[in-house]
């Protein structure tokens, strides 16, 4: 990607969950997961991407790990294309490499777990990315993975409320976005993940009332039989 293409991506997933009249939505793309096993095996990701589109979501996340999830490059690549939305790598991305790799799919922001990282790793890949043209989604889920984020100079940070998004046990906090809502600064963009509008887990209200800017929502939609639908129930 040239200098003009990251200049014209640059910052493109920011603005599009801060343009959001209502809690932005950033629509996943997945097959499996460890912890719940298949989702919707036969998704066509651009098809899927498309109707996430249509549905009113401000951006995707595609999962590209294949061994756990079922993804790939491919994915994200033609859930792109077909939707025109601001799409997030969501993966385990761990070194330099990992982020040059995310640039060549075409994303325009990827995820960085802080539980996978030391503090100099994470400022590091964070510096790479936002200089290669890509928006960064900063993973936390305690206060003191927050306050490691923050002085990696994070500007949009993801409350995960699953524990362990590697084990094959389902280990999940409906009240760690809740409750950890108060401790996030005014001046970055704010995302729930995981949980969101399944069965038992947090409401969309919920979300809404702890004063996210975004919600990342994967299992409930692909699952849904209609995302189109799923979506605007979820958008209204």
Known sequence: MGADDRANRAG????????????AIIAEIKRRSPSRGNLNTELDPAEMAAAYRDGGASCLSVLTNQEMFGGSGDDLAAASRSS????????????????????????????????????????????LALSLGMDVLTEVKS???LEVSLEAGADII?????EKP??????????????MAPLLPDHVVTVAESGIAVPGGTTMAAV???GYDAALIGEALVTSGDPVERLQELLA
């Open 166 to 179: 590697k084990s094959e046990a389902f280990t999940m906090d409906y009240q760690r976005a809740e409750r």
């Open 84 to 127: 025109g939305l601001p799409v997030l790598r969501k993966d385990f991305i761990t070194n330099v490499e990992d982020v040059h790799e995310s640039q060549a799919m075409g994303a325009d922001a990827l995820l960085l777990i802080v539980a996978d990282l030391t503090a100099s790793q994470l400022a590091e890949l964070h510096e």
């Open 208 to 210: 809404r009332k702890a």
């Open 143 to 145: 206060e003191s993975e």
């Open 158 to 162: 993801g409350v995960n409320q699953r």
């Open 12 to 23: 493109r997933f920011k603005q599009a969950l801060l343009a959001a009249d209502d809690v």
